[in-house]
């Protein structure tokens, strides 16, 4: 939504920022990246960090494969198949996602009859990359520090 500063501080209705985590819970993120993407939290987090990376259209991009997945509807998954395409595939958007030619090409030839996977060999190399890339640098952050520290309930009076 752009209205926060931090990973915390949003209460609008669009984002899953508003969930503000249990200390174990913040804890576990640093386990493993599928901990964080399996948390509303660690995702809202995360793609706070991602933000001032600028490359929170990774998680954009993911979250909106999540969402198609779901869907039954035919021509529900065609409309949303075409508008993932358009805010992420396509080379003429500004939320593009970094893809390889080769998963290119399978999106390419998914889209001449759409599904509701027609974008999960690129969701994979997305989840992949952020993994690999963001995420090291995400748990090495100050703001996964912070909220930490936030998180941590104050040592006892002497």
């Not at 386990?31 to 490359?55: D, H, P, W, Y």
């Not at 395409?85 to 998914?110: A, G, H, Q, T």
Request: hydrophobic share 30%.
């Amino acid at each position: 939504c752009g209205n926060h500063l931090s990973c915390l501080n949003c209460s609008c209705d669009r984002c899953e920022i508003s969930l503000k985590p249990t200390l174990e819970d913040a804890r576990s993120w640093s386990m493993s990246f599928e901990k964080v993407m399996k948390s509303a939290a660690g995702r809202g987090c995360f793609r706070q960090f991602l933000r001032t990376e600028f490359s929170e259209e990774n998680m954009m991009f993911w979250l909106a494969c999540e969402e198609l997945k779901k869907e039954t509807n035919k021509t529900v998954v065609e409309e949303k198949v075409r508008q993932i395409y358009e805010d992420f595939i396509s080379i003429l958007s500004p939320k593009e996602v970094s893809l390889d030619s080769r998963v290119r090409e399978v999106i390419n030839r998914n889209m001449l009859e759409p599904t509701s996977h027609t974008f999960d060999d690129a969701q994979q190399q997305i989840y992949t990359l952020m993994q690999r890339d963001s995420y090291p640098r995400f748990i090495n952050s100050t703001a996964y520090t912070d909220l930490m520290k936030s998180l941590e309930e104050p040592p006892p009076e002497p």
